[in-house]
C-alpha cells in the first residue's frame, strides 16, 4: 500500500504563486507515474498535470499550461506543484495520486483518473480575485 500526503495549499491572491507537496510513505514510488488532479464544488475531478517515472515527462492540462510545473525528487518520496500566476477559477482541492504502471505516452492517458491506483485525501487551494 502507498499512502499519499498533500500540504503546501492555502489562501492565496489572484497572481499569487504556491507550492503543492504530495509526500508518498508504505513503498518507494520512484517508478509510479505521478499525477495531480483538482475538484471544485459542483464539479468533477478534473485532470491538472502528471510526471513519468522513466524519463520524467511531464503532461498538463491546457488550463495550467505556462503557469503549473510539476516535478518530483525520489529520492524524498515526492512530487511538487509549482502553481503560479494563479488564478480565481484554480480553487479547488488538489489531489496526488499514483500509478504503478509508471508511465504514459499520451495527454489523454494521463488524464484518466482511474488509471491512478493511490489517492491522496486533498489540499485545500482557494486563490481570491
Known amino acids: 500500500q502507498v499512502q499519499l500526503v498533500e500540504s503546501g495549499g492555502g489562501l492565496v491572491q489572484t497572481g499569487g504563486s504556491l507550492r503543492l507537496s504530495c509526500a508518498a510513505s508504505?513503498?518507494?514510488?520512484?517508478?509510479?507515474?505521478m499525477g495531480w488532479f483538482r475538484q471544485a464544488p459542483g464539479k468533477e475531478r478534473e485532470f491538472v498535470a502528471a510526471i513519468n517515472w522513466s524519463n520524467s515527462r511531464t503532461y498538463y492540462a491546457d488550463s495550467v499550461k505556462g503557469r503549473f510545473t510539476i516535478s518530483r525528487d525520489d529520492p524524498k518520496n515526492t512530487v511538487y506543484l509549482q502553481m503560479n500566476s494563479l488564478k480565481p477559477e484554480d480553487t479547488a482541492v488538489y489531489h496526488c495520486?499514483?500509478?504503478?504502471?509508471?508511465?504514459?505516452?499520451?495527454?489523454?492517458?494521463?488524464?484518466?483518473?482511474?488509471?491512478?491506483?493511490?489517492w491522496g485525501q486533498g489540499t485545500q487551494v482557494t486563490v481570491s480575485s
Open positions: 495520486a499514483a500509478d504503478i504502471l509508471g508511465n504514459y505516452y499520451s495527454d489523454y492517458e494521463a488524464a484518466v483518473p482511474r488509471n491512478y491506483n493511490y
Open positions: 508504505g513503498r518507494t514510488v520512484y517508478r509510479y507515474a
